[in-house]
């Protein structure tokens, strides 16, 4: 088990020596196991993600804040916020994408709410990364408004019969198994939802179609079919019309979680980029002797500084158990703000970077492609925006 019993390094930081030891661990094995291989993934569209998985499994990385029974660590909030710092600064978001998928979202209701026997088989094998998970929620018909979800879950006996389809999930293509959220009874809002651990090597289900995106070509993301697909009763997480609920718990973790990267990503940009401006010279001086330029990437820097520490306040809620309410407000407002910094970050990286980084050999041009995917996933902005409005109370 990991301990936080050891004094902090720093009066203004929540780490202590004991973290700051599990940092340059997992910046080695970042540095060693996926840096190298960061171009040929890219270049391929997808992580061999049994694999690198299996690295992280054996390492102790995966499952940090899941029961030890389970092979998980038990680990305060503070490894999970330093495990995505440091993948966050992968000059390549599909990669991160892809692990917290893996890690992060398809897990956690499956550690609160699983049977013993799904935490078993599906959890612990996860954990030690023998198995790929995916989360399937999202429809052709229902992404941010959740409860217009129609793949249907039909109970026959034991058995629930699953039909319909899943869009833009990531891991789709590797994954062994889904954690699905399927309609179980009749109605069209939130009630009457299941989450349900879906194998895929169950006859009835198929990838249909390998999705090409703009940005986060490492990670696999594929619309997913079923069709009659038979799947036992007992591999529903929980009770059954729960899954929204479940979801919903663990949207707050999962935005905290994108926040923090986004974070940890732009401030590798932005150093990056002072040290191409220092070096790049324009009409006879270093570009970054212009004093527009220090003020805006001052500027950015800012705005990086203040996210982080929004940042960790909602990790430190989560670490205290602070009200599910506050921690919702304080996640969505991670949330949207670190959508809106990514966005602001590589168009100023990208314009200071000139014709060069508009070349696919520099980094801030991926950087431009993948940042503008986080003001959409894990919850648009405007759904942030309505959470944080009803949290306020300007909701009649």
Not at 42 to 69: D, Q, R, T, V, W
Not at 344 to 361: A, K, P
Request: contains cysteine; hydrophobic residues 40%; proline residues 3%.
């Amino acid at each position: 088990m990991l301990t936080n019993t050891q004094k902090t390094t720093n009066l203004y930081t929540p780490f202590t020596e004991e973290h700051q030891m599990f940092r340059k661990f997992v910046r080695k094995f970042v540095e060693q196991e996926i840096i190298p291989y960061v171009e040929e993934w890219e270049e391929a569209g997808e992580i061999p993600l049994h694999n690198l998985l299996s690295k992280m499994g054996e390492l102790g990385f995966l499952g940090l804040n899941y029961a030890e029974e389970y092979g998980g660590a038990e680990a305060d909030i503070w490894f999970t916020v330093i495990l995505h710092e440091e993948l966050g600064r992968i000059p390549a978001s599909g990669i991160f994408s892809a692990i917290s998928i893996h890690n992060d979202m398809c897990t956690p209701a499956l550690s609160n709410h699983g049977s013993e026997y799904l935490k078993q088989t599906y959890l612990a094998p996860s954990i030690s990364g023998e198995l790929v998970g995916a989360l399937g929620v999202t429809e052709p018909d229902a992404g941010s408004d959740v409860a217009r979800i129609r793949t249907r879950a039909v109970r026959d006996g034991d058995d629930y019969v699953i039909n319909g389809s899943k869009m833009y999930i990531t891991n789709g293509i590797q994954a062994d198994w889904v954690c699905l959220l399927a309609r179980t009874s009749d109605g069209d809002d939130f009630r009457g939802m299941s989450l349900i651990v879906v194998p895929t090597d169950t006859p009835g289900f198929s990838v249909s179609k390998k999705l090409e995106k703009v940005g986060h070509h490492s990670s696999d993301t594929a619309i997913l079919t079923f069709d009659n697909m038979r799947v036992p009763v007992k591999n529903r997480i929980g009770d059954e019309g729960k899954g929204f609920l479940y979801q919903m718990e663990q949207f707050q973790l999962e935005r905290l979680i994108i926040a923090i990267a986004v974070v940890a990503g732009a401030e590798e940009m932005v150093r990056a980029t002072i040290q191409y401006t220092k070096e790049r010279h324009a009409f006879g001086k270093p570009l970054i002797s212009n004093q527009w330029i220090q003020f805006k990437l001052g500027e950015v820097l800012t705005e990086i500084e203040a996210t982080k520490q929004l940042s960790y306040y909602c990790a430190g809620l989560i670490e205290a158990k602070g009200s599910n309410e506050e921690i919702t407000r304080v996640a969505s407002m991670a949330k949207l703000k670190s959508g809106r910094l990514a966005r602001l970050v590589s168009d100023t990286c990208i314009q200071f970077y000139g014709g060069m980084g508009y070349m696919e050999e520099t980094p801030v041009a991926r950087y431009y492609r993948d940042a503008r995917l986080v003001s959409i996933a894990g919850g648009a902005d405007e759904i942030m925006l309505q959470i944080i409005a009803k949290l306020e109370g300007m909701h009649e």
